[in-house]
């Protein structure tokens, strides 16, 4: 039988069982979590430690706002870095884009942050949130958005 993509939704009470089953069939599985949409619903979280342990591609979403008070895919981080101060903020936003492209099969052209040339301008697109990420000369990210969990102005370097 082919390979299957196959994305997961949700995943409150998914165990390491399921996990090891899932794994066994073979298909390339990506394991989605909305974290406030499980709050609003079920008043908890996915075991986040549990699918990083048996290195699940995980991907994050927002469900939609009949479980969920907005459709930000930044709040959802927040959610999780509030419950779980141990894993890395780079881990999330790559579950945020680039394994969510994946997931969508789009990331030939989306989610990735990628080096750019000198002052060129790079557009990270979060939702409802648009952040403008300038490249400096010597390859370093303005970052401010995300190490403070709020979206200053634009600035770029000179």
């Known amino acids: 039988m082919p390979q299957q993509q196959v994305l997961l939704v949700h995943n409150v009470y998914t165990t ?3 996990i090891a089953f899932i794994h066994e069939t073979g298909n390339k599985v990506f394991w989605c979590l909305c974290p406030n949409a499980n709050h609003y619903i079920n008043r908890t979280l996915p075991n986040l430690a549990m699918f990083i342990k048996n290195n699940a591609s995980l991907v994050l979403g927002t469900d939609s706002l009949a479980s969920n008070h907005q459709l930000s895919i930044w709040e959802e981080i927040q959610t999780l870095r509030k419950a779980y101060e141990d894993v890395p903020l780079a881990s999330m936003l790559q579950w945020a884009t680039s394994n969510g492209a994946k997931a969508l099969k789009i990331d030939a052209q989306y989610g990735s942050f990628e080096k750019a040339n000198n002052r060129e301008l790079c557009r990270c697109w979060i939702i409802r949130y648009a952040a403008f990420i300038n490249y400096a ?7 401010k958005c995300f190490e403070t969990g709020t979206l200053p102005s634009l600035k770029r370097s000179n």
């Open 16 to 18: 390491e069982e399921d």
């Open 137 to 143: 000369p010597h390859g370093e990210i303005w970052l």
